[in-house]
């Protein structure tokens, strides 16, 4: 994972994210996964602000995959558009009742189970779990920090 200036965006178009998908405690023991990149969808209300995202991997680059997630309005922070410009910390979560692809190592799109995450401005990015199937028993920890 690469740094980013402090001056970073929540979820900002045309941000590209490197996600990595650890294996285990040590963050430096995992395996990047693609990249996601957003664009402001949607304002869902009080509940928060909805944003397209376009998940590509790097194995397949061709292959690009949607998702969707949801970044939630916090004190101070209720205009979605600011909030695709500005940096402050937040939940993020897989977009309720909504689609959210991935492409599996064999370039095979499969639907994402489960993803929360926290946005962080300093340093910037989204760090947090998710579970790749109904069926996983586990979980597996991310990271999606801005490329550089």
Known sequence: MVGFPA???ALPTGTVFD???TDGPDPSDGNNVGTLWFRLASDLGPAGCRYSAAWESLAHGSFVTPCTLDEMKTHG???CTANSEGAFNTLVVKGSRA???Y???WGQQQDLFMLIGAESADPAGIRGVLQWSAAAPLVSAFDASPSP
Do not use: G
């Open 77 to 79: 922070h209720a205009s």
């Open 103 to 105: 492409l599996d190592p």
């Open 99 to 101: 689609a959210c692809s």
């Open 19 to 21: 996600v990595v998908v």
């Open 7 to 9: 001056s970073a965006r």
